[in-house]
């Protein structure tokens, strides 16, 4: 019925593979080893059934296979049985059923795959719906998938073959009856508007309910598809990028110009990325890169298609195509303004994989040369013989990631091998060039050396790339490697060339493994000297992927091997110049290496720390924050690239640049302690390089607190680089504003008391570089001088003494530079020492006449008086009345109370007193309300019932009609007449009852004088006659006052 003899297609999988051999038997497992290859091939007997159960141990059964058996096998491999049923018209029974049996899948990872959204590491019973063909029960098939030991597909199949039962109901997904033939496409049926669906509704869902979740497990199984060599990945993608395309966010975030939300962003970059990984297809066929190229620039031409850094284009030069291939190299792309999330894969179109020299690499553990020549920069061979390959970075990764991808890991592994051994060469070329530059660039102290694109941060990540493909490697058993050895098969063969063959594991320097090249190429990406990108997202992405590749990082375990390696590299990135991130002289954009440098530091410590240290405080410095530091000379020549764009780009990552620095100076700090030498070089690093004073006073305070730990006496080094921390923020912080800044000045008296009773001393003495005034006198005197501090410091009388006299010293200064602020406090310090005293209260009367408002004057006169010193307060209080000017209207003025203060001080310290105040209220208060009561209150009592030095007066009230009565009570009665007049030019009837009532009260001063009736009338009569066209006003002040 085979009526087509073709070799399988390298994308087409037989369904009865992997597991099964034309040698296998019934009831034996097959030798392959790849996904599922534990599956197990049925026979016709009831044994076979019983071993499939696990009733018979296996391999008991000796029956051959029959002839049947392997010509149904055969035409399941070439044909679906549908096509059989429609082309043959009579088809024996017992031959359909074993047609059928032998078309269904037998690994449970392809089952699964088509049954489930998830991947195989997901638990596939929790996986959104299927996608496969219609009449299977998707999530049954999941559920069936999840357990091998489990798997009632197996079961039935088994019991089907052993004639047990008749029947077997299909609960797995693809129907195997209606797949594609040899030399179709795709192996299995993709339900493609169930695929539409799933991904429309997930975007619709907006990164709620898990659905970023879902769409990064659907990118999940189009690498397992293409790891399966399964063409339905291609097909899978398409369908979700038409989704991802039509999406109707992209124009509303266009419109409005927001941005996408960042793990939104994310997706985009992993549709990118597994569109390069589909173009790069070492076997796909011309009409499909054809077909893809379209597709991909169709999408790349749409207006609302991301850009691949995020909504900040940039214009760098089309560096995929470092490695010219051919004539027809597609340049459309390199002319865009703007770089999309597709710009990448549509440049990858132009790759191909005809290269000898790669094939050679990629196909053969025994690829050497030792005919090596040092005179050409692109060799192809290292001193060692091992193969080399040039090519622009991150497209030399992406083409490793192809091979991972679509399930060719050994020679991934191989190329990856190569680059890393590039590299490693690289940077050695690169210390040469700079150890032979040194001198003039040291002299110089600038460079414009950079790379414009970074390895770290890359949208093609190579050196997760690489550092994935050799951890996996570690991780794996080499018969993994030979899931698909077709690959040489399909590529057609190289031509023969004389090499000299070595076994694999001499691609390896003596003591290399892949986990110690897996992490080398990690700290040589790491320490990568590289421009700072443009835009927000790009510069997170960084941030972000240096993260978490160290956090891979941190999961490995050192030994002694790659002890070695981080020494290695340690000491290339200190004297790789400006070719290294931790090089002396880097650009001033250059992307800074504090969280990478943390790492290191931590990882050397325990096996090399002044190494570790050097490291470190290379790493400290950022350089951008350097306002002297120039540019750059951009007419040297170079061997990287360096055409720097002339533009200092906004760093949106300042913040968390600046909290990793201070990040990795608290962990060496932290790791200083105890060791003078050590503390001291850290803490001029601080003062050198970190600019934000948040994060020195952040270190100042970490630093006493790992100081002053409760279960060991103080490090009184560590306290004392505390408190130097915090003097720098006090004069970094004393000419900003900082609303932190009390708490900073509160703390560094706290850390100075923990130091001695010398620091106190001594930022007291130098107070005007450290604090204001105000600062000064209201929080560090006054707690110098309080009794918790002298507690605390144990101090004798002397001491004591001593340290109040630098504290009244200070108190004194800072009311000479600011009396407003500070003469109050001054005094304060100063009570118990007399000519200290004398000597703030002399500033005082020196500021009173310009420096000081009236309020200031009051409150300190109030402290005199309470103080008693009844005659200073006096003295103050007829100061601040000079300056108090209180007008008619003003009735609630907050000075009233003061002035009521005064006057009756002035009453109670005699008539002289109050005779010479007088005035100055007259002069000062024009509101009639309060001239009146000052008028009562003075009275009521005889002033100075106890006067000076003892001196009893006569008792008798004091007469209005004569000074400084009498002249208290004509300027009060004249500020009745003038308010009135200026309330009657705006009132309304609304106010009229209390205009009555205010004249009610005008009326009792009035009769206070000895012709005061007389007076009052005459005010009245004239009232009526100026304000006679306000009849309802003027009949209701007859009918009160006649």
């Not at 000898?356 to 690829?367: A, G, R, T």
């Not at 090089?583 to 790492?599: D, N």
């Not at 600019?691 to 103080?714: E, G």
């Amino acid at each position: 019925m085979a009526e087509r003899g073709q070799l399988p297609h390298p994308a087409k999988r037989l369904c009865c593979r992997p597991g099964y051999g034309s040698g296998c038997r019934p009831g034996q497992r097959a030798g392959g080893s790849g996904p599922g290859g534990g599956a197990l091939c049925g026979g016709p007997s009831s044994a076979a059934a019983a071993a499939a159960l696990g009733l018979l141990p296996l391999g008991k059964t000796q029956s051959p296979e029959s002839l049947l058996d392997i010509a149904a096998r055969k035409v399941a491999e070439k044909w679906p049985f549908q096509r059989v049923e429609e082309r043959f018209e009579r088809i024996p029974e017992p031959v359909q059923r074993r047609i059928v049996y032998w078309s269904f899948p037998r690994s449970e990872r392809e089952i699964c795959m088509y049954s489930s959204f998830n991947t195989g590491a997901e638990d596939p019973a929790a996986g959104p719906g299927g996608a496969a063909a219609p009449g299977g029960a998707m999530d049954a098939a999941a559920a069936v998938a999840a357990d091998e030991n489990r798997l009632p597909f197996r079961r039935g199949i088994a019991l089907l073959d052993g004639g047990c039962v008749d029947n077997v109901l299909q609960v797995g997904a693809p129907d195997p009856t209606a797949g594609a033939s040899i030399d179709d496409e795709n192996c299995w049926h993709l339900d493609e508007e169930q695929v539409q669906e799933q991904v429309k509704l997930f975007l619709s869902q907006g990164g709620y309910h898990g659905s970023g979740k879902q769409l990064n497990l659907l990118f999940a199984k189009v690498r397992e598809m293409l790891k399966m060599r399964d063409s339905n990945g291609a097909r899978m993608l398409t369908l979700i990028t038409e989704q991802f395309m039509a999406d109707p966010r992209l124009s509303l975030w266009r419109q409005q110009g927001t941005t996408m939300t960042d793990k939104y962003r994310q997706l985009w970059d992993e549709l990118g990325a597994l569109w390069m990984c589909i173009v790069l297809n070492p076997h796909c066929k011309l009409e499909q890169k054809s077909s893809w190229l379209k597709q991909l620039k169709k999408w790349n031409s749409v207006d609302v298609c991301p850009w691949e850094d995020g909504n900040h284009g940039n214009e760098l030069p089309n560096l995929t195509n470092a490695l010219p291939q051919g004539a027809n190299a597609n340049q459309d792309s390199s002319n865009r303004p703007h770089r999309t999330v597709f710009t990448r894969a549509i440049e990858a179109c132009d790759l191909h994989w005809q290269d000898s020299h790669l094939q050679h690499i990629i196909s053969s553990d025994l690829y050497t040369n030792y005919c090596y020549h040092d005179d050409t920069e692109n060799l192809l061979f290292d001193s060692q013989g091992w193969p080399l390959w040039h090519e622009h970075v991150p497209t030399a990764c992406a083409r490793v990631d192809a091979l991972r991808s679509h399930g060719y890991p050994r020679e991934a592994l191989r190329l990856a091998i190569a680059i890393v051994n590039t590299l490693r060469r690289q940077q050695q070329k690169q210390l040469e060039m700079f150890r032979a530059q040194k001198k003039d660039l040291l002299h110089r102290g600038v460079t414009s050396i950079t790379n414009l694109e970074g390895w770290v941060g890359h949208p093609l990540d190579p050196i997760g790339t690489l550092f994935g493909s050799l951890m996996e490697a570690c991780r794996v058993d080499d018969d993994s490697f030979h899931g698909f050895s077709d690959f040489t098969e399909n590529l057609g063969q190289c031509k023969s060339l004389e090499y000299q063959h070595l076994p694999a594991h001499k691609f390896l320097e003596e003591g290399d493994s892949y986990l110690t090249l897996a992490v080398e190429v990690a700290l040589i990406g790491l320490g990568q000297q590289r421009i700072m990108p443009d835009g927000l997202y790009a510069q997170e992405k960084v941030c972000r992927n240096e993260e978490q590749l160290i956090s891979k990082l941190q999961e490995i375990e050192l030994d002694d091997t790659l002890v070695k390696i981080f020494r290695k590299q340690a000491v290339f990135l200190l004297e790789g110049g400006p070719y290294s991130g931790l090089g002396e002289v880097i650009h001033r954009e250059s992307v800074p290496m504090h969280t990478f440098a943390k790492y290191l530091f931590t990882s050397l410590l325990p096996h090399d720390a002044e190494l570790a240290y050097k490291t470190a405080l290379r790493a400290m410095r950022l350089l951008v924050l350097e306002s002297t530091a120039p540019s750059g000379d951009l007419s040297r020549p170079h061997h990287i690239a360096s055409v720097v764009p002339n533009r200092y780009p906004r760093w949106f990552t300042l913040s968390h640049i600046e909290s990793q620095q201070c990040e990795l100076a608290s962990t060496m700090l932290t790791a200083a302690k105890g060791d003078v030498r050590r503390l001291e070089t850290v803490l001029e690093s601080i003062q050198k390089n970190i600019h934000s004073s948040s994060h020195i006073f952040k270190l100042a305070q970490d630093a006493f607190k790992i100081a002053t730990l409760m279960d060991s006496l103080p490090d009184i080094t560590l306290l004392k680089v505390s408190l130097e921390l915090g003097l720098q923020v006090m004069r970094m912080t004393l000419s900003t504003l900082n609303w932190r800044r009390r708490e900073m000045v509160r703390w560094l008296v706290t850390c100075a008391t923990e130091v001695g009773v010398y620091a106190l001393d001594s930022i007291m003495q130098n107070w005007f570089t450290l604090f204001t005034p105000t600062e000064a006198t209201s929080i560090v005197a006054t707690t110098v001088m309080s009794n918790s501090t002298i507690v605390r410091l144990h101090l004798d009388c002397h001491q004591q003494e001593k340290l109040a006299g630098s504290a009244r010293t200070l108190a004194l200064q800072c009311a000479m530079k600011d009396p407003q602020n500070c003469a109050l406090s001054a005094l304060t310090l100063c009570e118990k020492d007399h000519i200290a005293f004398e000597t703030a209260y002399q500033i005082v009367l020196d500021a009173a006449t310009a420096g000081m408002s009236y309020s200031q004057l009051f409150t300190i006169a109030r402290y005199m008086e309470h103080r008693g010193y009844p005659m200073r307060a006096y003295k103050l209080a007829t100061l601040a009345m000079t300056h108090l000017n209180l007008s008619y209207n003003q009735d609630t003025h907050p000075a009233i109370n003061d002035v009521l203060w005064a006057c009756a001080l002035s009453h109670s310290l005699g008539k002289n007193e109050l005779a010479a105040i007088i005035p100055l209220v007259v002069k000062s208060v024009k509101c009639a309300t309060v001239l009146s009561d000052i008028l009562r209150r003075c009275t009521l009592t005889t002033p100075g019932m106890v006067g000076l030095h003892g001196r009893r007066n006569s008792g008798k009230l004091m007469s209005l009609d004569k000074a400084p009565l009498r002249q208290l009570l004509d300027a009060t009665i004249g500020a009745y007449i003038n308010t009135t007049h200026s309330r009657l030019t705006h009132i309304s009837p609304r106010h009229y009852s209390e205009f009555i009532e205010f004249l009610s009260k005008a009326r009792e001063t009035f009769l206070m004088a000895h012709d005061g009736h007389i007076q009052f009338t005459q005010f009245i009569d004239n009232l009526k006659q100026i304000y006679k066209g306000k009849k309802k006003l003027m009949m209701l002040v007859r009918e009160r006052f006649g």
